[in-house]
């Protein structure tokens, strides 16, 4: 068993403690801003978002919806391993607008309108080494959060954003990681 498999099983046991303590945290809160779902206008520093919401208590999904790939490993040392984002949509809005940022890059690398069932989640893995900016967007309540997926979590070992989108119109994360025993990509 691989420790991808073991992180991913181990849930809101590893979530509380590694949240806190490895990752940055602000209080949780949506923007409010207007979005234009064709734009692909870039923030000028992706430093100004934060890793994650904290408040992420329990990420429970009955099932994973769909799983994508974003970026290429072509070139990439297999000591920088890729960083997933999992979006578990526990309420009953399941239209969710996903938009992926590589800033390194100053590119939208992915943008989609996702339908996810109630009580499921996307698994979105982020192969390449670069710092990216996740947004997402749920229409029906006008909820939007974007959240910085820094360079140093593409490292030999496994890690994960997790975001739940809730019945109250709230998105909370928590990031899961490990930062002992390897360096981090040189993005």
Same mark, same amino acid.
């Given at each position: 068993?691989?420790?991808?498999?073991?992180?991913?099983?181990?849930?809101? !046991?590893?979530?509380?403690?590694?949240?806190?303590?490895? !990752?940055?945290?602000?209080?949780?809160?949506?923007?409010? !801003?207007?979005?234009?779902?064709?734009?692909?206008?870039?923030?000028?520093?992706?430093?100004?978002?934060?890793?994650?919401?904290?408040?992420?208590?329990?990420?429970?999904?009955?099932?994973?919806?769909? %799983?994508?790939?974003?970026?290429?490993?072509?070139?990439?040392?297999?000591?920088?391993?890729?960083?997933?984002?999992?979006?578990?949509? =526990? !309420?009953? =809005?399941?239209?969710?607008?996903?938009? *992926?940022?590589? @800033?390194? %890059? =100053?590119?939208?690398?992915?943008?989609? *309108?996702? =339908?996810?069932?109630?009580?499921?989640?996307?698994?979105?893995?982020?192969?390449?080494?670069?710092?990216?900016?996740?947004?997402?967007?749920?229409?029906?309540?006008?909820?939007?959060?974007?959240?910085?997926?820094?360079?140093?979590?593409?490292?030999?070992?496994?890690?994960?954003?997790?975001?739940?989108? @809730?019945?109250?119109?709230?998105?909370?994360?928590?990031?899961?990681?490990?930062?002992?025993?390897?360096?981090?990509? %040189?993005?």
């Amino acid at each position: 068993m691989n420790r991808r498999t073991i992180l991913a099983g181990a849930g809101f !046991a590893f979530s509380t403690p590694f949240a806190g303590c490895l !990752a940055d945290s602000v209080s949780s809160g949506d923007t409010g !801003a207007e979005h234009d779902p064709d734009s692909s206008d870039i923030p000028d520093s992706p430093g100004d978002y934060p890793v994650n919401t904290g408040g992420l208590e329990e990420f429970d999904p009955e099932s994973t919806y769909e %799983e994508i790939d974003i970026g290429s490993r072509e070139g990439v040392d297999d000591s920088s391993r890729p960083h997933d984002v999992e979006i578990w949509n =526990e !309420a009953a =809005e399941s239209e969710v607008v996903l938009r *992926t940022i590589d @800033f390194r %890059e =100053e590119l939208v690398v992915h943008h989609e *309108t996702y =339908e996810i069932p109630d009580d499921t989640s996307l698994s979105v893995s982020l192969v390449e080494p670069s710092e990216y900016l996740i947004e997402m967007r749920v229409p029906a309540t006008e909820t939007q959060r974007m959240l910085r997926v820094p360079c140093h979590f593409f490292d030999c070992n496994a890690s994960v954003t997790r975001i739940g989108i @809730f019945e109250d119109g709230k998105m909370r994360s928590s990031v899961l990681l490990t930062t002992a025993a390897c360096p981090s990509a %040189e993005c």
